[in-house]
C-alpha cells in the first residue's frame, strides 16, 4: 500500500492515530509510520490535537492538511465565466465572475483564464507553487480524457482544441476538463449531497443536459456524451424542429429559448413574469416541467437515483417549473423507484460548477497515484 493509498484513508475529514491507521491497513507500525511521513513531508497531514490518553502520553491525531495547497475551479458558460480557488476541502478562497463570451475562441478565452487565475492566487496570497490543478467546465461536447471539445455547437473555433496543453503553457499543474453539466453534478454532491451516492443533476437552460453520479462515480459514458438528454424524443415535440437538425426532442420545447418564443419574451423575462404570477408564464413552463418529467421518469426507472437536482436558467422559475416534472415522474415512475426519491432545486446555484471544476481537480491531485508521482525523491 503506498503512501497515497494511506492518505485516502484521511480524506474523509476523520482525524486518526497510526495505531488507527494499522488497524485499518494491516501494514506493519513501521511501514505506517514511512508512508505518514511522506505525506508530512508533502504537507498533506498534520497534527490534529490528541486523541485520548489510555495511560501514559496521548497519541497524536492525523489528519488532512487543507492548506497545503490550492486548486482553480474555472466555469465557462457561453456568455459568462466564473472562477475561484479553493483549498484542498473544497472550501473557496477566492472568486469572480465575469462577461465573458465563448464564441472568442479558446484562445482569447483561455488568456482570461490564465490571468484570472494569477489574480485569485494573489488575492489569496498563495504562490504559483501551491497551485496543484486546475478543473475546467465547457459548454458544450467534452472528450474527458484529452480535454477537447468535440463538435461544440456554440463554440467556433474550439473543435478539438487541446485547451489542457493551452493553460499548461502558463501553469505547470495538471488540467482537468470535462462539460459543464457534469461538474455541476459534482459541485452540487460535493457542497450540498455528499452523502448521497446516486443523483442526477439536470441542467435545463438554451440546452438540457444531465450529469449522472452512479455509486458515488460520475458516469460519462464510452465518448463522455453520457446525460445527452436534450434530444430525447418526448411526445408534445412531434414534428418540432430541434438546432440539432431531428424533430421530436426534449429541448425543442422545453429548452429556454422555446419557453421565450412561447411567450414573445427573452429567457430572465420569462423567469421574472413567472416569479411575478402572470399566468401565461407559469402555464408555459408548468407544461416544460412536464415533458421534461418524461425524460425524466425514463431516467429514474432506468438508473434509480435517490436524488434529481434541477438546476440552470429555466430553473430559476422555481416550483412551478419542478412541480410539472414532479407530476410526470409520480404518475410514469414505477412506485419503487419513487419511494424515497427526491425530486429538488439545485442548492449551489450559479456556483455550482465552480464547485464541481474545484472538485475535479481535488480528486485528481489527491489520487494515489498523483501523491506517489510527488513522493517521488523525498
Partial sequence: MRAGDVFALLRDGQPRTRAQ???????ARSTVAARVDVLMRLGLVAPYGDAVSTGGRPPSLLALNPAARVVAGIDLGATHARAGLADLAGTVLAEVRADLDIADGPVAVLAWVEQTIRALLTTAGRADADLAAIGIGLPGPV???TGRAINPPIMPGWDAYDVPAHVQRGFDVPVLIDNDVNIMALGERHAHLSGVDDLVFI??????????ISGGELQRGAQGTAGDVGHIRVARAEGVLCRCGNDG?????AGAPALAAALGATVPDVVARVRAGDRDAVQVVRQAGRDLGEVVAMIVNFINPSVVVI???????GEHLLAGIRETVYQRSLPLAT???SIVPSAAGERSGLLGAAAMAIAHALSPDAIEAASVGL
Avoid: N
Fill in 203 to 212: 441542467k435545463v437552460s438554451t440546452g438540457i443536459g444531465c450529469g449522472i
Fill in 249 to 253: 426532442c426534449l429541448e425543442a420545447v
Fill in 311 to 317: 438546476g440552470g436558467a429555466t430553473a430559476a422559475a
Fill in 143 to 145: 472528450e474527458h480524457s
Fill in 21 to 27: 491507521l494499522v488497524e485499518v491497513t494491516g501494514l
Fill in 339 to 341: 419511494e424515497h426519491l
